[in-house]
Nanobody, 116 residues
Framework: QVQLVESGGGLVQAGGSLRLSCEASGTTLRIDHWAWYRQAPGKQRELVASIVGGGIINYADSVKGRFTISREKVRNTVYLQMNSLTPEDTAMYYC??????????WGQGTQVTVSS
């Protein structure tokens, strides 16, 4: 069965950086579309960044210029480089992978906490 495993979260001071990773296992199929979401306590889950198809990338306005999504197709892995972190970035971060047009998978989440 397909599993997405995130890593790289942690506690960082405001202004610092973290790099999240999400690797797919249990499949020989390539993840076609990747996305990072986050959910802060008491808030809805929101899309942070996505990379789809041939490489079309989108970011939430709140992270543009600070976060960078990238993928490594051979390793079926997606990354999220997060710079200039602020306390407002504190949330559980989830990766989502999609194979083809409809089959999606979610990771278990990795906590990012930014102290002021």
């Amino acid at each position: 069965q397909v599993q997405l495993v995130e890593s790289g979260g942690g506690l960082v001071q405001a202004g610092g950086s973290l790099r999240l990773s999400c690797e797919a296992s249990g499949t020989t199929l390539r993840i076609d579309h990747w996305a990072w979401y986050r959910q802060a306590p008491g808030k809805q889950r929101e899309l942070v960044a996505s990379i789809v198809g041939g490489g079309i990338i989108n970011y939430a306005d709140s992270v543009k210029g600070r976060f960078t999504i990238s993928r490594e197709k051979v390793r079926n892995t997606v990354y999220l480089q997060m710079n200039s972190l602020t306390p407002e970035d504190t949330a559980m971060y989830y990766c989502k992978g999609q194979i083809g047009s409809s089959v999606t998978y979610w990771g278990q989440g990795t906590q990012v906490t930014v102290s002021s």
